[in-house]
């Protein structure tokens, strides 16, 4: 019984493998070019922003920032306001339809170059090889005995980490207030507790993923590897080994005497892949593409890279590894790899982004600078007054969205007047992003309540009086069934 219990054991599979620390070797190519410049840019735009002075006249002169108290949102000359919904739900739905409608083309290449877990282990890594050095460098520093030189460079090495770290959790609350000021008032111990809390949980979160975790976060925490499958298609781009050329009928083998060139390898049936181990070495996740495609990988061509460093050195053609689609690479006469941009779900990605963007810009250039909501007093719905009138209260609420104070006129069409009852309330003055309540009583006679079923108020910015706001709503004058 023990005995079958030790095997089902072993046999088993494991929920969570213990990290088993991964030491990749730098590498030059268009994809590491490619990679360390979108991570300068992002760097550049992400800790840069917050200090890009922008001219306004009644906030901070930041030109992006995140008002939480006015509950404004500024970027550069867009102001954004909580009741600017529909706004943000459309830039997520844009956002998770170019995420799907990339990696219908090129698998995870936003995984690759542009996810922030991609871009801080990057920058992690530079740090671990700066101090470190190279690859066999710091496996040889991984397993030595503790001494003065492993304490050194490992001490070096998890204080730039944490320093990084930092600089990224105290660059994020730089977006919530004026970044001079704030930065004053952050080392002077003169903010909130929730901000250097915040500064606390996102150094060490951002330490823990970026230097602790790396992979295992897109192995283990990220869904996206798990359901990424579900978007890839034959057609689907993606780093591939080219298993034909590179084994051959004989397999893959280091060159030796008789088997250096290549047409000695053709001749024996050898493939071009002389299992260098280069393309490993090079991948962050330390998978082997020559395995064939697997959810760990994403996307990051640094083993195309890798592969065509090597290439060129033996005088081999490169491409044994390369950017490809499953139908292309597994077909006997395999052609130049190129985008499959006419496919059904491709093309409805693409059209579903083009109308969403479409609907974006023209809720952005239209929006009105008033918000206005009215919503009738339902406790009653009506009441019937002595004299027969029968009375309707409306809560109106009015939110500036414009940059100034300003004020409105409230007034009604199609009944007089004298039948709307605001108090002392007609004109009415709102600060730049507040909102305001009026209450409304409208009594009409019952010879007009047959007449009228609607109610048109009217809100009149007094300085620009051509943005009128119109709001129909129902005039109640018996119960609904």
Not at 392 to 402: A, C, D, G, L, M
Not at 412 to 421: K, S
Request: with cysteine; proline share 5%; charged share 20%.
């Amino acid at each position: 019984m023990k005995m079958k219990n030790l095997q089902a054991g072993e046999n088993s599979e494991e929920l969570f493998q213990k990290r088993i620390p991964i030491y990749p070797r730098s590498v030059k190519g268009t994809f590491r070019t490619f990679k360390t410049s979108v991570l300068v840019l992002a760097y550049a735009v992400y800790f840069l922003l917050p200090w890009l002075p922008w001219a306004r006249h009644d906030a901070p002169a930041q030109a992006v920032l995140f008002d939480m108290v006015g509950r404004r949102f500024f970027i550069f000359d867009l102001v954004f306001y909580p009741q600017d919904l529909i706004s943000l739900s459309l830039l997520m739905f844009i956002a998770a339809a170019l995420l799907f409608f990339t990696t219908g083309l090129v698998g995870r290449a936003f995984c690759g170059y542009f996810c922030f877990q991609t871009l801080w282990t990057d920058a992690f890594i530079f740090i671990e090889k700066w101090v470190q050095g190279e690859r066999p460098a710091r496996i040889r520093l991984h397993k030595q005995p503790w001494n003065a030189e492993k304490v050194a460079k490992y001490g070096a090495t998890h204080g730039l980490w944490l320093l990084l770290a930092f600089i990224t959790a105290y660059s994020f609350i730089m977006y919530f207030g004026y970044a001079p000021e704030l930065t004053q008032r952050f080392f002077t111990v003169d903010l909130p507790f929730v901000a250097y809390f915040t500064v606390l949980i996102l150094t060490v979160t951002t330490y823990v993923a970026a230097a602790l975790a790396r992979e295992q976060v897109c192995i283990y925490m990220c869904p996206y590897a798990r359901f990424q499958g579900v978007m890839y298609e034959p057609e689907t781009l993606a780093p591939y080994y080219d298993l034909q050329r590179g084994e051959g009928t004989a397999g893959r083998a280091v060159p030796r005497a008789g088997s250096k060139t290549r047409e000695e390898r053709h001749a024996k049936g050898i493939g071009d892949c002389i299992d260098c181990g280069f393309c490993v070495q090079v991948c962050p996740a330390g998978i082997d593409i020559r395995k064939g495609l697997q959810y760990q990988c994403i996307s990051c061509g640094l083993c195309v890279d890798a592969c065509n460093n090597i290439m060129d050195s033996v005088g081999y053609p490169k491409g044994l590894i390369r950017y490809d689609s499953e139908i292309n690479i597994e077909s006997k006469n395999p052609g130049k790899p190129h985008l499959d941009w006419l496919r059904l779900r491709t093309l409805g990605y693409g059209v579903a982004i083009l109308v969403m963007v479409g609907l974006l810009v023209y809720n952005i250039t239209s929006r009105s600078e008033i918000e206005l909501s009215i919503q009738p007093v339902r406790q009653p719905l009506f009441v019937v007054l002595s004299n027969g009138d029968i009375r309707n209260r409306y809560q109106i609420h009015i939110t500036n969205k414009s940059q100034d104070v300003q004020e409105y006129r409230i007034s009604v069409h199609g009944i007089p007047e004298g039948a709307v009852d605001l108090g002392e309330m007609s004109k009415v003055s709102v600060r730049q992003g507040k909102s305001l309540m009026v209450l409304a009583n409208v009594k009409l006679p019952p010879a007009m309540v047959s007449k009228v079923s609607e109610i048109e108020f009217v809100i009149t910015p007094l300085k620009n009086p051509d943005q009128a706001v119109i709001k129909k709503v129902r005039f109640y004058a018996k119960h609904e069934g």
